[in-house]
């Protein structure tokens, strides 16, 4: 008598799209959905709560905030997709860099799947913020501004979820931007050494922030709040507590770094930020900036500054827009012309002149820093314009110009923005 051979247990793919509320995870659902067929399953598509109980016995789409209960449930989940296909998730809420890999999951969130196993990004949690075309990308690391897009067309420089920032890039720069001397500096009768972490020029540089976890207080479909507390420690004995809010509006992003002096004594304090701004040309070179500054700063070998000069009559003055050419930037800029609301613009302009970026400098941001970017690293030079907004120019901490002291109690508000134009 012939043997029956059990029956295999039916596999079933299932793609499960992570995202906390606004994060768009419905709608990269939706176009997942329908490249993959599965468009009319509405039901498990859209009605999905974390309470299944076994295996779903039909392929979907899931969409769920929180994905404890699907892994406890669940071995494994898996997709497969042609390889041979872009990943058609869109740009401002999918954070997935593999999505044709065996066993993953493609998300809105910043975790990966393989194997039914959670796995964070390496800038961890990622803050996704939607205002009409645009798409804004923030990041648990270090509270940095990942990505920036309109229509599709990137307004950043940025960086994927994984990937190891370079450059600076989008990170907030705190208790002060650019670099100190050697690390050193003296206050009220304290001398001080600071971490040197720009060890090839023996500086310290871009603040104490940058590689540190900020917890989230507040995510909307276009606002986010994050806050993060700076500790006393060697080199800079005093306590902040730090706040930066990012909202995205019809004028484009709005950023305000608050700092609060949570500590006894009088803290020495500067802020600044750090985007690289991008127009769609292959480099810098043909990029039409313009710059409204009334003085640079000469700076030496180390990016340290010597003097303060007029702009008039050096390769300096942007006051009129020109292309960037040759030149290389790595410039500190003051004396900021200001229009009726008292903002300074920086705009960098397609050559065509059809669109282009803004870069706005609000309450408390009085300098400004451009770098095109010649010393990045190979493949990263000359891409994209650095354009930093900042309270204070280098080596504000030993020289004291224009350093905050932030008495116990006080705060610090720096405002900024970045407004994309044309088509």
């Known amino acids: 008598m012939a043997t029956k051979r059990a029956e295999s247990p039916r596999r079933t793919t299932i793609l499960v799209v992570l995202g906390v509320s606004g994060s768009g995870r419905s709608t990269v659902g939706a176009m997942l959905a329908e490249r993959l067929g599965l468009s009319g399953n509405r039901d498990l598509i859209e009605s999905f709560t974390g309470r299944l109980m076994g295996t779903p016995t039909a392929p979907g789409i899931v969409s769920k905030g929180e994905p404890t209960e699907l892994f406890r449930r669940w071995d494994r989940v898996s997709l497969d997709l042609d390889p041979a296909r872009p990943h058609p998730a869109d740009r401002g809420a999918c954070t997935c860099r593999a999505a044709t890999a065996p066993g993953f999951v493609g998300c809105a969130h910043p975790r990966a799947v393989r194997g039914g196993r959670v796995r964070e990004s390496r800038t961890g949690r990622q803050l996704a913020l939607r205002h009409g075309s645009q798409s804004v990308v923030i990041v648990e690391l270090g509270?940095?501004?990942?990505?920036?897009?309109?229509?599709?067309?990137?307004?950043?420089?940025?960086?994927?979820?994984?990937?190891?920032?370079?450059?600076?890039?989008?990170?907030?720069?705190?208790?002060w931007p650019n670099r100190v001397r050697g690390g050193r500096y003296r206050w009220r009768g304290q001398d001080l050494q600071l971490p040197l972490t720009e060890p090839v020029n023996g500086n310290a540089i871009h603040g104490l922030l940058r590689w540190t976890s900020w917890q989230v207080l507040e995510e909307a479909d276009s606002r986010a709040v994050l806050e993060v507390t700076l500790w006393p420690q060697p080199g800079y004995p005093f306590h902040l507590r730090v706040r930066a809010e990012y909202v995205l509006g019809d004028e484009g992003l709005e950023v305000a770094v608050t700092a609060l002096n949570q500590g006894t004594s009088v803290a020495p304090y500067g802020v600044g930020q750090h985007p690289y701004l991008t127009v769609g040309t292959a480099t810098v070179d043909d990029a039409v900036l313009t710059v409204p500054a009334r003085s640079w700063v000469r700076t030496d070998d180390l990016g340290l500054p010597v003097a303060v000069e007029p702009?008039?009559?050096?390769?300096?003055?942007?006051?009129?827009?020109?292309?960037?050419?040759?030149?290389?930037?790595?410039?500190?800029?003051?004396?900021l012309d200001r229009d009726a609301r008292g903002r300074a613009v920086v705009r960098l302009a397609h050559p065509s002149g059809e669109h282009g970026t803004d870069v706005w400098l609000g309450e408390g941001a009085d300098f400004l820093q451009v770098y095109t970017g010649d010393t990045l690293p190979e493949g990263e030079?000359?891409?994209?314009?650095?354009?930093?907004?900042?309270?204070?120019?280098?080596?504000?901490?030993?020289?004291?110009?224009?350093?905050?002291a932030l008495g116990p109690g006080e705060r610090h508000t720096v405002r900024w923005g970045i407004s994309p134009w044309g088509k």
């Open 381 to 404: 030079r000359r891409r994209a314009v650095a354009i930093e907004p900042m309270s204070c120019p280098p080596d504000a901490l030993r020289n004291g110009a224009s350093i905050v």
């Open 311 to 335: 702009v008039a009559g050096t390769p300096y003055d942007f006051r009129t827009p020109r292309a960037i050419g040759a030149q290389h930037l790595d410039t500190p800029f003051g004396d």
């Open 143 to 175: 509270g940095a501004l990942r990505d920036y897009a309109i229509g599709g067309r990137p307004v950043l420089d940025g960086f994927a979820a994984d990937d190891r920032i370079t450059g600076g890039r989008g990170q907030l720069l705190v208790p």
